[in-house]
Antibody, heavy 120, light 109 residues
Framework: EVQLVEAGGGLIQPGGSLRLSCTAS????????MSWVRQPPGKGLEWVSV???????YYADSVKGRFTISRDKSKSTVYLQMSNLRAEDTAMYYC??????????????WGQGTVVTVSS | SYVLTQPPSVSVAPGQTARITCGGD??????VHWYQQKPGPAPVLVVF???ERPSGIPERFSGSNSGDTATLTISRVEAGDEADYFC????????????FGTGTKVTVL
């Protein structure tokens, strides 16, 4: 069974750092494109970052320069290192497995999410 | 950046048909995907590539896409269909590679 489990969320002060992890089972994280998607409380979904199977990484402008996505194939885990956190980064963070043809990608599998709260 | 607009809410009686629209500039030229999100759990993919259904999704869920509007149709609505629904496209010209719609709350009366 394909499954994603996130961890690492919590309460952090503005300007602080946090590392989220997403552990996959049932498939190899390095074989697929993996994304992080977030959802502020009571709001919609916002794509944050993706790491491609080939290792290329991309970020939303809102987090570029502050967040870094990476993966560890041996641990079947994808990470999101978040730095210089702001109140507007407060959200549920989901890890998602991407599928679909180039230009038509979508998210087939989602984790249960981990909550990040940025507050003093 | 590319914007996808959905109605905030749609209300429908059990057994009737719910139609949720997703508006975007020439969205008909893109592949549109739809997610269902109930309170608490993560989103679930219900339609991909405009009109394809993942395994396990009932035939009551269908999609179409043309011009500036994509539509998710839920036929014979059940109480369990009450949820938020989001459309999504991939757009290389946007500051977000993956663009989500604003979301529609479907209420079953």
């Amino acid at each position: 069974e394909v499954q994603l489990v996130e961890a690492g969320g919590g309460l952090i002060q503005p300007g602080g750092s946090l590392r989220l992890s997403c552990t996959a089972s049932g498939f190899t994280v390095s074989s697929d494109h993996m994304s992080w998607v977030r959802q502020p409380p009571g709001k919609g979904l916002e794509w944050v970052s993706v790491i491609h199977s080939g290792g290329s990484t991309y970020y939303a402008d809102s987090v570029k320069g502050r967040f870094t996505i990476s993966r560890d194939k041996s641990k079947s885990t994808v990470y999101l290192q978040m730095s210089n956190l702001r109140a507007e980064d407060t959200a549920m963070y989901y890890c998602a497995r991407e599928l679909g043809a180039t230009g038509g990608e979508y998210f087939q599998t989602w984790g249960q999410g981990t909550v990040v709260t940025v507050s003093s | 950046s590319y914007v996808l607009t959905q109605p905030p809410s749609v209300s429908v009686a059990p057994g009737q048909t719910a139609r949720i629209t997703c508006g975007g500039d020439n969205i008909g030229s893109k592949s549109v995907h739809w997610y269902q999100q109930k309170p608490g759990p993560a989103p679930v993919l219900v339609v991909f590539d405009d009109s394809e259904r993942p395994s396990g999704i009932p035939e009551r869920f269908s999609g179409s896409n043309s011009g500036d509007t994509a539509t998710l149709t839920i036929s014979r609505v059940e109480a369990g269909d009450e949820a938020d629904y989001f459309c999504q496209v991939w757009d290389s010209s946007s500051d977000h590679l993956f663009v989500f719609g604003t979301g529609t709350k479907v209420t079953v009366l």
